[in-house]
């Protein structure tokens, strides 16, 4: 199984990155029937890849809290779920040949894993505010780092719709700290958030 990261975040939240070094055949024979159903129809090698090896990111987490996997179900915002199990909390990713994972069993979470590109610079006055704009500046790093804590913000939320550029607010604090505030409605909401490289990757999730 290759896993390179395995990280127990806390008591109830945990996360894994899986390298895809694997062809399909050889990830299907792992896969639980109704996963295998879902991408089987799927026409791209590189998304059969990276979905299969999500679900089986999500797997191995669920296992690891002594609950039976039977398969990952997404609701009318895509946010993915186990049936019949609300204690659960899912978030998943994939940028090739990575595939993420994390499971909170007491709250919403989120994960995100992007490789750094120009179209995040292209596009950076879409999803930046003016002061994360200023921060960021053109620093590739930086701006995906921002563009990964967003996401997060995107995914605790539910993937309901939201303005990345005035209700998501991120405050890179260091390499590894950021600060993520969703504004609704006159609400903010506060996440600590960590980020990491994983060879040239950026990752970053909910701590």
């Known amino acids: 199984m290759p896993i390179i990261l395995h990280k127990e975040i806390s008591s109830s939240a945990k996360l ?24 089987g129809a799927l026409l791209l090698e590189n998304k059969k890849l990276e979905t299969a090896a999500t679900r089986l990111a999500v797997a191995h987490l669920v296992n690891s809290f002594g609950v039976n996997y039977e398969g990952l179900h997404k609701d009318d915002f895509g946010k993915p779920h186990i049936p019949n199990n609300k204690n ?7 940028s090739y040949p990575f595939a993420g994972a994390i499971i909170d069993t007491v709250e919403s979470t989120g994960i995100d894993i ?11 006055h879409k999803f930046l505010s003016d002061q994360e704009l200023a921060f960021c500046g053109n620093d590739l790093e930086l701006l995906t780092q921002a563009w990964c804590a967003k996401e997060v913000l995107y995914k605790i939320h539910g993937r309901t719709q939201l303005s990345f550029r005035n209700q998501l607010k991120v405050i890179i604090k260091s390499d590894e700290h950021i600060v993520g505030v969703i504004r609704i409605d006159g609400v903010q909401e506060t996440y600590e958030l960590r980020s990491t490289f994983l060879k040239g990757h950026c990752l970053v999730f909910k701590q």
């Open 16 to 39: 894994v990155v899986w390298e895809i070094t694997e062809d399909f055949h050889k990830l299907s024979g792992q896969l639980h029937p109704l996963d295998l159903k879902e991408i």
């Open 88 to 94: 659960i909390h899912i978030s998943i990713s994939h």
């Open 114 to 124: 992007e490789m750094p590109g120009e179209l995040i610079k292209r596009i950076k």
